[in-house]
């Protein structure tokens, strides 16, 4: 007997799950809001998605492939490493225009929620950190190489610094309803890569 056909698209109903929790958090979204927003019963939740724990683990990685695919991957793939790194930070801050309603980032907002007491999560956070440190590093290394900048630059520590810029910039975009502010992170962390 082959299994009934979904009466729901899985994937649309999960992004709505994302976009929940971006905007509530874990602990604030209740699996009635869930099923509220995804316009499903609550079979059909756990049936497909598991529990609430399992869904939010699967809309932090809905989310992260979204960063990755969007931002990551043109860092990753620029010949250009100082003017990808602009570019990168340039369409950050398009994340964080009025419209976002002060979500900040999702990645960030699952880190400082749930990470100090859920391996899970750590291990999404640690994971999306480092390949954003490590497209960092090689764009780095690019616009060394290029006389972009000095050559005396450690690479590592840079491409950390500028992840830990990315995270401030997650959290100035949810804290304030002020696109000025996180201009002024972007600026000055961009400058820093000349300076010196």
Known sequence: MCPRPKEFDPDKALDAAMKL????GYEATSVQDLVEAMGINRFSLYDTYGDKHSL????CEKYRNRMESRLIRQLEQSESGLAGIH???HELEDWYSPKQARRGCMMVNSIVEKAPD?????RHGQKFLKRLESAFEASLRKASSAGEIG???NPVELA????GQVQAVGVVG????DRNRVRTVIRVALNSLTQG
């Open 21 to 24: 929790f971006w905007r509530k």
């Open 56 to 59: 939010y683990l699967q809309a």
């Open 87 to 89: 570019r990168f930070f």
């Open 118 to 122: 859920d391996v899970q999560i750590r």
């Open 151 to 153: 050559t005396k630059t």
């Open 160 to 163: 950390q610094f500028l992840t």
């Open 174 to 177: 949810k804290a304030f309803a």
